[in-house]
């Protein structure tokens, strides 16, 4: 008998995130430049090499669409962690990130993607019998790449070959498809009800609606954007700029107005639409619960003058979490407000959160997952 030799999930995620990066350059023109403007700056800084993206992000429509999602993904070593309820911010979606848990792992390939799920139960009611029609009928994975995950799932993993394969029936899930999946009429309801609704309902697939490399200096990053005439965000999202980093920091350029085409009975018509842009980050040391909250009180007031600045009392007030060797372990997760800003901005809508009337709905969602997600405070704890 021989044993066959299986890629590694490690090296399969690093393939597709490369496979990924590659697909968007071709895409997004705009997003070549901003890998440019990243890699300059990287490069003067001593440490950082450019090691690829840090996540990306796509936005799904259907409980069951994400639970093939999250067997797709677990393939590639990616796990979900955590709940985002962007309800509070006026958005009809709830996310997750999937990600490495293992150092070994982000060490190995860094990526992750912020994953949403459309909240079908916050759209009108009319309209969201036609949303549900238009996803029920849409298959988002081949059926070579069922085969494959089926494969995958039954042998406990790919040769090198099949997850060539794999990975690029993965990567073709989130491209981008120019043709929509719905009518004219229909998209501009979906649109009219909420812009991100129409994102998600009109098109074939869940294309990805960005990606993020990591950059040393966000601020000196954010001001070259603009320098090179970039359409940019007008603040950087997270916490003030710091001594010592904490959480995540974000920028990006605004989405691109792209041009989709609908069939009708003589040809085709188009409409604009704007999803697709680009961002960067700086990650920071992730917080204790303490910390957090504390976090939270400076972000409302918008003064961070109490949060403390020197590692000394970072650790000494157990405000973040240090490895062995005393440093801070690095916060591998995403913040709720600053994901809301970054949709907002790229839906061409107004930041101020809104209120709506819904919250969170943490149970639908591991429903739909099909298994619970994971806590960040627990992974944290055992980091250190
Ligand atoms: C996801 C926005 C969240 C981030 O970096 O906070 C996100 C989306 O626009 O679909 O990626
Ligand atoms: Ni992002």
């Known amino acids: 008998m ?124 009319p309209l969201r019998e036609t949303a549900e029609l238009a996803l029920n009928t849409r298959s988002i994975l081949s059926e070579e790449g069922h085969r494959l995950l089926d494969l995958a799932e039954n042998q406990g993993g790919l040769t ?80 003030p700029r710091r001594n010592v980093p904490i959480l995540l920091r974000q920028t990006a350029f605004k989405a691109l107005t792209e041009t989709v085409d609908f069939q009708t009975d003589i040809g085709w018509e188009s409409a604009e639409h704007t999803a697709r842009f680009g961002e960067i980050e700086q990650r920071g040391a992730a917080l204790t619960p303490k910390g957090r909250a504390l976090y939270d009180q400076c972000l409302a007031s918008k003064d961070f003058s109490s949060f403390p600045d020197d590692i000394a009392a970072l650790r000494d007030q157990k405000l973040a979490y240090f490895n062995a060797e005393g440093e801070p372990v690095t916060y591998e997760d995403f913040l709720p407000v600053s994901a809301a800003g970054i949709f907002k901005s790229n839906l061409r809508e107004s930041e101020d959160v809104e209120s709506l009337e819904a919250t969170g709905n943490q149970a639908a969602f591991e429903t739909a997952l099909g298994k619970p997600v994971l806590d960040m405070f627990d992974l944290y704890a055992n980091a250190t």
């Open 2 to 125: 021989t044993t066959q030799a299986f890629r590694h999930s490690d090296h399969l995620r690093a393939d597709f995130s490369q496979a990924l990066s590659d697909m968007y350059r071709t895409e997004v023109p705009a997003y070549g430049t901003l890998i440019d403007i990243v890699g300059r700056i990287n490069a003067e800084h001593e440490g950082i090499r450019s090691e690829g993206e840090r996540h990306g992000a796509i936005r799904l429509g259907t409980a069951s669409e994400l639970h093939l999602i999250a067997r797709v993904f677990e393939i590639f070593g990616l796990h979900p962690v955590g709940y985002y309820d962007l309800s509070v911010a006026g958005l009809p979606v709830h996310s997750t990130a999937f990600r490495p848990i293992t150092d070994q792992g982000f060490n190995t390939s860094p990526f992750r993607m912020f994953t949403s799920l459309l909240r079908l139960d916050m759209i009108s009611a």
């Open 160 to 239: 090198d070959d099949q997850g060539d394969a794999f990975v690029r029936e993965a990567v073709a899930i989130f491209a981008w498809r120019k043709r929509a999946h719905v009518d004219l009429a229909t998209y501009k309801l979906l649109k009219s009800e909420h812009p991100l609704i129409a994102d998600i309902v009109s098109f074939q697939g869940p294309h990805m609606n960005h990606l993020t490399p990591r950059v040393a200096d966000i601020d000196a990053a954010h001001h070259m954007m603009a320098a090179e005439g970039m359409d940019i965000k007008d603040t950087i999202e997270g916490p």
